[in-house]
């Protein structure tokens, strides 16, 4: 058991080992406990990980960062993620294998989850139908504050559909589209989205790809005024 200084305050932090799976518990000072539920990185998805389980019974954070997750996995996760009981607030889902038909089933379960305040879901296969899923979702989804899925092969189209996204979308404030075959196409209805309506956005990534200068130049005064 450690005890960790954080500004004045501490917390004790206690680890639980099962078969393949550390769970840590954090007791805060000021009395709150946070817990996370992370599978060990030496071993993957011939494991036999239940997901569902892990996801539904989890803490605040479950992290399930390369794994082998496939698109059968991703809908055991969606599943989970429409249980009144999740409690999950943050999901690693990056450096996997989902594609676009588990991304799908995820996207719908975003349309009914209240928890979920960040997914990560980069360096997956979720292209620009999985794109569109998931823009589609953040239409209604009022939670989800932080969205992840750089290297994904999303592609003007998937760009395109989120740009429309940002029209509506009032709660996500961090978007992360590095590496993504985004042209000045895709780019440029982001751009507009935040030139015309959007107030909310405030971090937004879209490095190695070719968005050209002119949405550059109006996604950066945008996001400046949001900030």
């Not at 992290?63 to 969606?78: N, P, S, Y």
């Not at 196409?185 to 989205?193: K, P, S, T």
Request: charged share 25%; hydrophobic share 40%; with cysteine.
């Amino acid at each position: 058991m450690a005890c960790l200084g954080y500004g004045g305050s501490s917390r004790v932090v206690k680890t639980f080992p099962a078969p393949f799976l550390f769970v840590k518990c954090e007791y805060h000072t000021t009395g709150t406990r946070r817990m996370s539920f992370e599978i060990d990185d030496d071993h993957h998805h011939d494991d036999l990980i239940d997901v569902y389980d892990l996801v539904r019974n989890g803490g605040d954070i479950v992290k399930l960062t390369f794994h082998e997750l496939c698109d059968t996995d991703a809908k055991e996760i969606a599943r989970a993620l429409m249980e009144p009981s999740t409690k999950v607030r943050i999901l690693f889902l990056n450096l996997n294998q989902i594609g676009c038909e588990g991304v799908v089933a995820i996207a719908k379960a975003l349309e009914i989850n209240k928890t979920i305040e960040e997914i990560d879901l980069s360096e997956n296969n979720i292209g620009p139908d999985g794109a569109v899923a998931i823009a589609k979702a953040f239409e209604t989804n009022v939670t989800v504050q932080s969205v992840y899925m750089d290297n994904n092969y999303i592609g003007n189209e998937g760009a395109a559909v989120i740009g429309q996204t940002l029209k509506i979308n009032k709660t996500i404030e961090t978007l992360i589209l590095s590496e993504n075959n985004i042209g000045h196409e895709g780019a440029i209805v982001i751009a507009q989205a935040l030139e015309t309506t959007n107030t909310t956005l405030q971090r937004l990534r879209l490095d190695d790809n070719d968005i050209g200068p002119e949405a550059t130049a109006m996604i950066a005064d945008a996001l400046e005024r949001n900030m």
